[in-house]
């Protein structure tokens, strides 16, 4: 690490998460799924619907499309994964599927509030944020090349953490200058900027351009300073060979308690990890009845959070190792599920508030400093733990399987979401699977090695 070349190159891979960052906190979470969710019911209600079912409606048609490109994700991650590896490229893939989510980034422009091309943009959305995650998936197969055993958890905290910032930043600027309130003003009372029309929410819509410019400027340091390994032999495999090493790989995986073990509990913990990143800005608007630029600071609270904790975690990982660090994120997101299930505007477990009391925002509030903090470092710490059971020859196979395994049941917690809130009525009944799910990779935890195979 200690090299030039070798800090250009780690500056070039921490700096995809830094670009690519948006398209999860400004366009999953915190802009652009709570403006869809508001889009959407009120086009339900324009077709007779009543507003509480209408609100649970927007939500499952959120969740039915994170469903299927989950399933995406899950089924293409591996075979691009083992791919990269045999042909000793990965950047002309990540180059590709980049290009594809900076188009769709830049189509969600067109989600106007009358929800004329609701469908089309929800299509839009996924299909780019699909793209997004597998060229971030082929990216993170970079990391073992960056470091020791050792390093690579400081490493991949610090990436983390820089990423988040972006987001952070992203966020800030979205708020301050484009996104508007039901007045027509910005968190700082402005009108949006480029004369955008507020009555058209133009400033709000403008987050799909802005995802997009952000993607392409900051790709720019991964272009210049991150390449492939230039010891791995360049070919061109046939389609059948790669199946054939992909096919070799998941039987090898099998084979090894503790590496399987991992990915087992990986498979759960972060399928509800997502569900939190993926619902916490709807539930905000469906449950708490939240505008725009509230939940907007609700994310920054949140970004500043993870990116704050995914550098300590990045350090703690450094010296205690990945395992304890993903053990305690886990406890805590399981308390944020709690307390989302426990909380309406009007009771907290139960207890009745008094009208307009501010006990429901303080709470979520500190849920989204949690969710942020706690997710940011797990992540991390999960991505430095897959390189202690990475083979080296690989890593880009290795971390297919990473990404399948994350994806395998994507469908799976927005699934249970979808029934529990049919079955119930409720948003926030709909979440106890995922308390279920964080319990479930708690559990399988137990019998993943700190270390890897090596300390089995």
Not at 83 to 108: E, T, V
Not at 317 to 333: M, N, S
Request: charged residues 10%; glycine residues 10%.
């Amino acid at each position: 690490m200690a090299t030039l070349p070798n800090r250009k190159r780690i500056w070039g891979w921490m700096f995809f998460d830094w670009a690519q960052q948006p398209y999860a906190t400004l366009g999953l979470t915190f802009i652009f799924a709570p403006y869809f969710a508001a889009v959407a019911t009120d086009a339900l209600v324009a077709q007779g619907t009543d507003l509480d079912t209408a609100k649970v409606g927007a939500q499952t048609l959120w969740s039915s499309a994170q469903t299927i490109g989950g399933l995406v994700i899950a089924f293409t991650a591996p075979f691009l994964g083992a791919w990269a590896d045999a042909s000793g490229r990965k950047r002309p893939w990540i180059l590709l599927f980049s290009l594809i989510a900076i188009l769709c980034a830049g189509l969600l422009w067109n989600l106007t509030p009358d929800g004329a091309s609701l469908m089309l943009m929800l299509a839009a959305f996924w299909v780019g944020y699909v793209c997004s995650e597998i060229a971030f998936n082929l990216n993170n197969a970079f990391l073992p090349d960056l470091g020791t055993a050792e390093e690579v958890g400081r490493i991949s905290g610090t990436a983390t953490a820089f990423g988040y910032w972006g987001g952070v930043l992203s966020l800030f600027v979205m708020l301050l200058f484009f996104a508007e309130n039901e007045t027509g003003t910005t968190l700082i009372k402005l009108a949006p900027a480029f004369g955008l029309d507020p009555e058209n929410r133009e400033g709000t819509r403008f987050v799909g351009p802005f995802i997009a410019i952000w993607f392409a400027v900051f790709l720019i340091p991964f272009i210049l300073w991150s390449r492939d390994n230039p010891a791995v032999k360049r070919n061109r495999p046939g389609f059948n060979q790669v199946l054939s090493e992909l096919w070799v790989s998941i039987c090898r995986v099998g084979k090894k308690p503790s590496t399987r073990a991992f990915l087992l509990s990986s498979l759960f913990y972060r399928d509800a990890l997502t569900a939190l990143y993926a619902y916490g800005g709807i539930y905000a608007r469906q449950v708490l009845d939240w505008q725009t630029i509230q939940i907007g600071v609700f994310g920054i609270i949140a970004a500043i959070a993870a990116a704050v904790i995914s550098w300590i975690g990045g350090i703690a990982d450094q010296r205690l190792g990945p395992k304890p660090v993903i053990a305690t994120c886990i406890w805590v997101l399981i308390a944020v599920g709690s307390v989302i299930v426990g909380m309406s505007r009007v009771h907290v477990f139960g207890i009745p508030l008094p009208e307009g009391s501010p006990i429901p925002d303080i709470l979520f509030y500190i849920c989204g400093a949690a969710i942020g903090g706690a997710g940011g470092a797990l992540y991390s710490a999960s991505r430095s733990l897959m390189v202690r059971h990475t083979d080296p020859e690989h890593p880009g196979e290795a971390f297919g399987l990473f990404a399948f395994v994350g994806k395998a049941t994507a469908f799976l917690a927005p699934a249970l979401i979808t029934v529990f809130g049919i079955l119930t009525q409720s948003n926030q009944l709909a979440f106890l699977p995922v308390i279920f799910l964080l319990l479930l990779g708690l559990f399988l935890l137990r019998w993943v090695q700190p270390d890897g195979e090596t300390s089995a």
